[in-house]
């Protein structure tokens, strides 16, 4: 079987999606049929950014099909395009004067995720991990925190460390549908196939996104090819492999 790498677009879409945008936000229409609504983006020249958590998500422009403005025109939309790389590092705050993301937050906490922030965008995954987990010793239950070090770890393919870090950010959050997202990537790269239909099935069930829906019919096919699918009452699933016996409801 070929070996499977983390969609690292995907996940970034959908981590950039755990907190819609105002209404009036602009739309990046994405050439895969994906749409994310931001209220304030700039650009560089091969990628948009915009801003997520009191950081940035950038996507590159190749995988943009057009940028949909929903307020009036003479309006501005954004800051003046920046120079290449400043839009990265313009959102962080010095070490010197850290920047609190909600009222009563630990600044040294605030300092850290940023700082992890800035090592995700320039994709240095190992660092990003080291600066999610000095905020998650001060706040165990830090939701951004905890998805973006599961993230970075998925990128990094260190799948055992990615499973036990969003096991960790469930026993807070056992309900955000990005966290059951990311447990199905996880689930999925290490082919237990029916782990991973479960876990995006629940990500769906708590929120609606078509590049879930194109998963789970994905992982879906998968099964098909292998065994013997089928569906049962109350939204479980058997898997019955040829050969051997049924499993029981997962």
């Known amino acids: 079987m070929p070996r499977r790498h983390p969609d690292r677009l995907l996940v970034t879409v959908l981590l950039g999606l ?24 700039t650009e560089t020249e091969t990628e948009y950014v915009y801003s997520r958590f009191g950081g940035t998500v950038a996507i590159a422009k190749a995988d943009v099909a057009r940028v949909e403005r929903t307020v009036p025109e003479g309006v501005p939309t954004a800051a003046p395009p920046a120079p290449p790389g400043e839009a990265r590092r313009l959102p962080f705050p010095k070490p010197s004067t850290p920047a609190p993301r909600g009222a009563g937050e630990d600044p040294v906490a605030a300092s850290e995720f940023a700082l992890g922030e800035a090592a995700r965008l320039r994709e240095d995954f190992e660092a990003a991990v080291r600066h999610y987990e000095s905020v998650l010793r001060t706040d165990p239950a830090h939701l951004e925190a905890g998805m973006y070090r599961t993230a970075c770890y998925l990128w990094l393919e260190q799948l055992p460390f990615a499973l036990a870090a969003a096991q960790e950010a469930r026993i807070y959050h056992p309900e955000h549908p990005t966290l059951w997202f990311l447990l199905g990537e996880i689930h999925y790269l290490q082919d237990r196939l029916p782990e991973a239909l479960h876990a995006w099935e629940e990500a769906l069930r708590r929120r609606d996104h078509p590049a879930v829906r194109a998963r789970i019919e994905k992982v879906r096919r998968e099964l098909s090819t292998e065994g013997e699918y089928e569906r049962v009452a109350g939204g479980r699933f058997r898997v019955r492999f040829e050969g051997g016996e049924g499993s029981g409801d997962l």
Do not use: M, N, T
């Not at 990046?28 to 994906?34: A, I, T, V």
């Open 18 to 41: 755990v907190f819609a945008a105002p209404a009036g936000a602009d739309v990046f229409h994405l050439k895969d049929g994906r749409r994310i609504r931001v209220e304030e983006w």
